[in-house]
């Protein structure tokens, strides 16, 4: 789960890299590298920490070349060294390699292959530069020793190689790699983000591709054959990317929820009808994701069982231990903002169902598995954490549900209505989201309650406040808080309640039970109908986990932001998780 980048073209690649890796940065940051190649030789310069950190001398022409390769890492095989970061090269040091995935046979391919190499690193991927080399001596052909060593692996990778003479490959397998095309210029990168500011051009690479770069053209050969891949128009804006004044893209993230909601459910009707076909022909309904976007399925199954339908959500993680349960008459919908979660991949691997997928990034493995796709229209999230994808995704949902229910156009103008009211319900909270975040970041654990879909509300907001502000935070339905987990509440314990309509005066008994026994409670609602120290106001409204949603989201940005923490980039997390 790294971000990796590639250029060939006519100008320095190593700055282009560099900006094409900061946008990359997302999907893991405990090392970075660039290596350029052709000028003569292959120059690398790589080590731990950010790219900024790893990397201070892009402008000092240390690392020239018009041709190049860049990693941003998340640490698999190998701890977090200056020799495990990427770019890898082979003995001579003529071929360096960039890997995003884990090679599953790198001890066996170290054994037959390279009982004599002497290795600079622990990771899995300096087989692949050895090897590389190896055959490169054997055929004296770059591209042809490249495609050798594709059939010899085996695991998950998207790779990107160069030689010191400017050539360049790729190839993947179960790791996402797109192929940017613009004047006299090539781009390869984990996604289209690198990219989209020289080129809206670009190709999804397949399992099996191996792309040959050379004097400015590409080939791809996919089982020996040469082929074609469909070059598609990507029409997400480079400046959505950006921080566009707001000290976070978290921050940003939050403040587009108005739009990326609304954005959500303008979906082709053609699509939704698709859809709600695809569930009505199912025996049973099968939601799955994982982290936040499991929380979307949860609220998602929520909505169809309202709409009438036998629906079961489970993490994708878990479910792989029993979908061999699941038939080819039922129906997954897969959650996904970045559609490359391997957990859920993994699961969706072994199923025999059509699969629905509610997806953000065009183009991603998910998107093109699936059987029908839905794109949420978040935009580009650069956010580690997820915050306007999740709202995207339950608005999806529940316009799926409500369509299947009453009608498109109730469904879209009920959302659509609340979108409206997001910016101000973050306005009127903007006091209290500064009381409860100076009193909570001196907090050492916190506990969300709610009932009904206050409990993914609570799931939901106790991540958001826990991956951002490192808190210890747990969230149990309000029922079941008192069969155990009560005897941690002591005097000045915070315990958050969501005062939803559903079970409100059961949710208002649970808070006093944990009020009685010392706790702090903070209530979020209508209305403060009990003494709860702390208060969020939220309108009446159809959708209102949206709008609670959205306060938890701000929150918890500020109360890990007073923490000294980098919101956007949580320790030990990355955006998208890519291993098992
Ligand atoms: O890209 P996905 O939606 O499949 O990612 C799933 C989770 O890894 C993700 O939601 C994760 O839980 C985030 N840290 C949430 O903020």
């Known amino acids: 789960m790294c971000g990796i980048v590639g250029y060939s073209g006519e100008d320095e690649a190593a700055e282009k890299i560099y900006r094409g890796l900061k946008k990359l940065e997302y999907r893991g940051y405990d090392s970075a590298g660039i ?3 052709g000028n003569p030789t292959v120059k690398v310069e790589k080590g731990t920490g950010t790219i900024d950190e790893a990397i201070d001398s892009i402008s000092e022409a240390e690392i020239d070349g018009n041709v190049g390769i860049g990693h941003t890492r998340w640490a698999t ?3 977090v060294t200056d020799e495990n970061a990427h770019p890898h090269r082979s003995s001579s040091g003529a071929i360096a390699v960039v890997h995003n995935g884990i090679i599953n046979n790198y001890e066996e391919l170290k054994e037959k292959h390279l009982s004599g190499h002497d290795f600079r690193s622990e990771t899995d991927t300096e087989v692949i530069p050895r090897l590389i080399e190896e055959k490169h001596d054997e055929l004296e052909d770059f591209h042809r020793a490249v495609e050798a060593v594709v059939e010899m692996l085996e695991g998950s990778y998207a790779v990107v190689a160069v030689k010191d003479s400017g050539e360049m490959a790729a190839f993947k397998e179960s790791s996402p790699l797109a192929l940017g095309i613009s004047d006299g210029e090539l781009f390869l990168a984990s996604d289209v983000t690198p990219f ?3 080129t809206d051009k670009a190709v999804f690479l397949e399992d099996g591709d191996v792309v040959r770069i050379e004097n400015g053209d590409y080939t791809i050969k996919n089982s020996g054959e040469e082929i074609e891949r469909e070059v598609k128009h990507i029409d997400w804006d480079a400046e959505e990317a950006s921080k566009e004044g707001h000290d976070h893209f978290m921050q940003k993230e939050i403040k587009e929820q108005p739009d990326t909601v609304k954005r959500a459910v303008f979906q082709d009707r053609s699509d939704v009808e698709e859809a709600i076909d695809m569930i009505e022909e199912a025996d049973t309904v099968y939601l799955s994701g994982c982290g936040t976007s499991s929380y979307a399925a949860d609220l998602g199954a929520k909505y169809l069982r ?6 079961i959500s489970e993490q994708s993680h ?8 699941v038939t080819e008459d039922d129906l997954v919908i897969a959650i996904s903002q970045s559609g490359e979660t391997a957990d859920l991949l993994s699961m969706l691997g072994d199923v025999d169902a059509p699969v629905l997928s509610i997806v953000n990034v065009v183009g991603s493995t998910l998107a093109r598995k699936a059987d029908h796709t839905m794109y949420i229209n978040a935009g580009p999230e650069i956010g580690v954490a997820s915050t306007k994808a999740f709202t995207a995704q339950i608005a999806v949902l529940k316009l799926i549900a409500e369509t299947a229910e009453a009608s498109l156009k109730e469904a879209r103008n009920s959302l659509i209505d609340t979108a409206g009211k997001i910016e101000q319900t973050l306005e009127d909270n903007e006091e209290t989201v500064e009381e409860v975040s100076d009193y909570l970041q001196d907090q050492d654990h ?5 009932r009904g879909k206050g409990f993914e509300v609570a799931k939901e907001s106790s991540l958001k406040l826990k991956e951002l502000s490192y808190i210890h935070s747990e969230s149990f339905p309000g029922g079941e808080f008192k069969h155990g987990t009560i005897a941690l509440v002591e005097d000045g314990t915070p315990v958050v309640a969501f005062m939803r309509d559903e079970g409100l005066e059961d949710i208002f008994s649970n808070a006093k039970e944990a009020e009685s026994r010392g706790a702090d409670i903070i209530g979020v609602g209508k209305e403060n109908v009990g003494d709860f120290k702390y208060f969020f106001d939220i309108p009446e409204d159809e959708n209102s986990e949206i709008l609670e949603v959205a306060v938890f989201q701000m929150l918890s940005y500020r109360t890990a932001v007073k923490r000294g923490h980098n919101p956007d980039k949580p320790r030990n997390l990355a955006k998208s998780v890519t291993v098992k």
């Open 35 to 37: 290596a350029t190649a």
């Open 77 to 79: 095989h190998g701890g």
């Open 196 to 198: 989209l500011e020289h």
């Open 306 to 311: 309202e709409a009438g339908y036998d629906v």
């Open 318 to 325: 878990e479910m792989e231990y029993w979908n061999d349960h």
């Open 446 to 450: 916190v506990y969300f309650i709610g």
